[in-house]
Nanobody, 120 residues
Framework: QVQLVESGGGLVQAGGSLRLSCAAS????????MGWYRQAPGKQRELVADITSGGSTVYADSVKGRFTISRDNAKNTVYLQMNSLKPEDTAVYYC??????????????WGKGTLVTVSS
């Protein structure tokens, strides 16, 4: 059993910053990639940023230059530093990880989400 637990969401004014964290726990052999997705009301879930175990990153165009994804492999944790936040960043942010478990079978796992609200 693998769990992803997010933390760090909240209410912030436009221009402010927040840092999200997501920790994976359970029967983990290897974490191939970890990332953040978000879903705003009435919209589809979209990729925000992704990072591989080797440190390669991908960002959505809308967050490039403002958000930074990083991970601590020893702690099975991924972070999302969000700066210069805008009202349109308001969404539920979900952590996703592709994990190879103790049975050496890989699959995607999702966290339950954390709400980020940016006020104008």
């Amino acid at each position: 059993q693998v769990q992803l637990v997010e933390s760090g969401g909240g209410l912030v004014q436009a221009g402010g910053s927040l840092r999200l964290s997501c920790a994976a726990s359970g029967s983990i052999f290897s974490i191939v990639a970890m990332g953040w997705y978000r879903q705003a009301p009435g919209k589809q879930r979209e990729l925000v940023a992704d990072i591989t175990s080797g440190g390669s990153t991908v960002y959505a165009d809308s967050v490039k230059g403002r958000f930074t994804i990083s991970r601590d492999n020893a702690k099975n944790t991924v972070y999302l530093q969000m700066n210069s936040l805008k009202p349109e960043d308001t969404a539920v942010y979900y952590c996703k990880a592709y994990i190879i478990g103790g049975t050496y079978y890989g699959m995607d796992y999702w966290g339950k989400g954390t709400l980020v609200t940016v006020s104008s």
